[in-house]
């Protein structure tokens, strides 16, 4: 190498050494000693992780956003940032507290270490809560709010259900650990000095200066946990200002932000589409007064509620799929559904457990939260046991879970069910190891009481196993079809514990004087495009089957968990005024037949061969989803029925308000 080139290398590295030093220099000089300089700068570097959460988000989950392109997830981040300043400022108060307030003590070295750990630690926790996220949303279709602190307030096992999810979902728990590290080494802490420092300084100056500052920032602090210069603040249905889809809401809200906008929860506020009540029940009323066609009939009712049974399971409803050759994993229930009469178009009111108990047994939907979640969950509700107890019916409900799990047990008693029968009265064997007993033995534990019921009885039961963290006994290891998802396999043993169940109370003399109910608490995880539409992530199938009988069909009629309770009721022949916001499908007009439900902020509306989707205030799109199944070709302001839907719907939700606040969910309450 010759001189003049080792010269130059010199001068270059000379240069590159000059320069790092000059930036470290204007760090010192200009920006380290601000305690605003620094707080902006580790505020800038949440946000960038937040963001990074929701790319994450994105990718992990995009067979849910089909339809979302470059462009408009690029205006999806751009929203983000709105959640995302308000969000960080709630959960940053103390600290940002700590730097602005113009104490002297904040230039000591305890102190700012108190304050990092603060930072650090609030900030892993709204991380980790992002990316719990980013696996919980496959279940629920939106973010978590804080109606999960009540959904597993009675689980004992959370500990051992968080470990097994971070195994299942190393990806996720390696990208928060890689956030949170990120978060620790780029923090960065303001100037530290001692007392002596200030010596030099004027009080008056010093004391004048961050006074100012602090009253500079307040205001700006106040607008970005708004979310707005005026108006009211931001919330969670602010989110479908940047969506074309209600379910793109999840990829625009963050998680701390959902759950800290619905603590604490206001009531609800009526919407007053409607004058006053008379001009409401002129459009719809939820009491229902039958004119039945006969006698009642006394018959038992058993009502199975299956965990995660979304339709796409079924090879009975979708003969159509992978070329006509899909088969399906539920053999038993496809040859049940031929001998019962069941639905083309079937759907839930909820993407939760607690959404669906109170849809199916006491016509309940879920409106905004979960009724379960709500503040008002202790009204006086009506209930299928409730109303025909005073026919003389025995009820119960089973559920294999520890007694409590899902607030479950309340809901049943305020119901007015006669007794609940759980893990505590199954007994602490057969255990999965997470959840609840083996649906097998627990459904064979059903059909042993029922057969000491005394008749006429109305029960329940709600499977489980077919829950994350998608287990099977290891005894069945390789009988069921694993399929293409976790969940595949357990569809296929609960089917077979279903056939087993059956099996067994064919036996009893009651059988055939029953009226069986299946239907399932929500969907689950999804192979098909057609099932990840804004309705079809509500497909479900709903069966009523009476032994012997010529109750038998397949129709085309809409129908949903809200109107289970009502039916059965018609198909007893129930002869007395009762309350439930669905509708008797044996004597419901079928243009008249409505499904609904609340998704991402939206309340959802089927009637005629139409889907409408309703913010609250205008209505969003509207589609027909026979012709247009992938809700590709939005109708609305195009077609003749909107309006008489809209108007429908809008006395559904005035009805379910006004009621819910005023605690009138029964007709003693008129």
Same mark, same amino acid.
């Given at each position: 190498?010759?001189?003049?080139t080792k010269d130059s290398n010199n001068n270059k590295n000379y240069m590159l050494s000059s320069f790092a030093e000059r930036c470290r220099n204007i760090w010192k000089t200009c920006i380290k000693p601000s305690h605003a300089a620094v707080c902006f700068y580790n505020f800038v570097l949440m946000l960038a992780i937040y963001c990074l959460c929701r790319i994450f988000f994105f990718i992990a989950n995009r067979s849910y956003f089909s339809d979302v392109n470059f462009s408009h997830f690029l205006n999806l981040l751009k929203g983000g940032l709105r959640f995302d300043i308000s969000a960080l400022l709630y959960t940053n108060v103390i600290y940002l507290a700590m730097q602005i307030f113009p104490f002297k003590f904040r230039f000591n070295r305890t102190y700012q270490n108190i304050a990092k750990w603060i930072f650090i630690v609030i900030n892993s926790l709204a991380i980790t809560a992002n990316c719990i996220d980013i696996i919980y949303f496959r279940f629920t279709n939106r973010r978590t709010t804080s109606t999960v602190f009540t959904e597993f307030q009675n689980e004992n096992n959370l500990l051992k259900i968080i470990g097994l999810a971070m195994i299942e979902y190393w990806y996720v728990t390696l990208f928060a650990a890689i956030a949170i590290f990120i978060l620790y080494k780029c923090y960065h802490t303001p100037r530290i000095a001692d007392k002596k420092a200030f010596i030099l300084k004027s009080k008056i100056t010093y004391y004048s200066?961050?006074?100012?500052?602090?009253?500079?920032?307040?205001p700006v602090s106040l607008i970005g946990i708004r979310g707005a210069i +005026?108006?009211?603040?931001?919330?969670i249905n602010n989110a479908n200002e940047y969506v074309n889809k209600g379910i793109e809401t999840a990829i625009v809200l963050n998680t701390p932000f959902c759950i800290l906008r619905t603590l604490k929860r206001k009531a609800f506020v009526n919407p007053q589409y409607f004058k006053d009540e008379k001009e409401m029940l002129e459009v719809y009323?939820?009491?229902h007064t039958p004119k039945p066609d006969g006698e009642f /009939?006394?018959?038992?009712?058993?009502?199975?509620?299956?965990?995660?049974?979304?339709?796409?399971?079924?090879?009975?409803?979708?003969?159509?799929?992978?070329?006509?050759?899909? /088969? @399906?994993?539920?053999?038993?229930?496809d040859s049940l559904y031929t001998e019962g009469l069941t639905f083309e178009y079937s759907y839930s009111n909820g993407r939760q457990s607690i959404d669906a108990v109170p849809s199916i047994l006491s016509s309940i939907p879920k409106f905004i939260e979960s009724f379960i979640s709500t503040?008002?969950?202790?009204?006086?509700?009506?209930?299928?046991?409730?109303?025909?107890?005073? /026919?003389?019916?025995?009820?119960?409900?089973?559920?294999?879970?520890?007694? @409590?799990?899902?607030g479950f047990l309340g809901y049943i008693k305020n119901a007015g069910f006669d007794n609940y029968f759980g893990l505590t009265e199954y007994g602490n064997k057969d255990f999965d190891g997470v959840w609840a007993v083996w649906d097998e033995e627990f459904l064979q534990f059903y059909?042993?009481?029922?057969?000491?019921?005394?008749?006429?009885?109305?029960?329940?039961?709600?499977?489980a196993t077919s829950h994350h963290p998608f287990n099977i006994p290891p005894k069945y290891k390789g009988k069921f079809p694993e399929g293409t998802l976790p969940v595949h396999k357990c569809i296929g043993y609960t089917d077979y514990s279903i056939r087993q169940f059956f099996k067994k109370i064919e036996q009893y003399d009651w059988f055939q004087n029953t009226l069986f109910v299946i239907t399932a608490d929500h969907t689950s995880h999804t192979n098909f495009e057609e099932y990840r539409t804004d309705i079809t992530r509500y497909a479900i199938p709903v069966l009523f089957y009476h032994p012997g009988s010529?109750?038998?069909?397949?129709?085309?009629?809409?129908?949903?968990?809200? +109107?289970?309770?009502?039916s059965i009721l018609g198909y007893l022949n129930y002869d007395k005024p009762y309350f439930a916001y669905g509708q008797d499908i044996f004597s419901t007009n079928g243009n008249d037949k409505f499904t609904v439900n609340y998704s991402n902020q939206l309340y959802q509306f089927l009637q005629h061969d139409y889907f409408l989707q309703f913010d609250g205030q205008k209505v969003k799109s509207v589609y027909n989803y026979k012709t247009d199944t992938l809700l590709k070709n939005n109708l609305a302001g195009k077609i003749e029925e909107q309006q008489e839907m809209e108007h429908l719907l809008k006395a559904i939700i005035q009805q379910y308000v006004v009621r819910m606040t005023e605690n009138r969910l029964t007709l003693t309450k008129p």
């Open positions: 190498m010759t001189t003049q200066r961050h006074a100012l500052l602090m009253c500079c920032l307040f +005026d108006g009211r603040p931001i919330n009323s939820p009491v /009939k006394p018959l038992n009712v058993v009502i199975l509620i299956l965990e995660s049974f979304g339709k796409e399971y079924s090879g009975f409803f979708n003969k159509h799929l992978d070329g006509g050759t899909y /088969k @399906g994993y539920t053999p038993f229930l503040i008002y969950s202790t009204n006086d509700i009506s209930s299928i046991a409730d109303v025909l107890k005073e /026919k003389g019916y025995y009820s119960a409900f089973f559920h294999g879970a520890q007694n @409590g799990s899902m059909a042993d009481k029922l057969g000491e019921l005394k008749q006429p009885f109305i029960t329940a039961v709600f499977t010529d109750l038998k069909g397949l129709k085309t009629e809409p129908v949903q968990q809200i +109107d289970i309770m009502p």
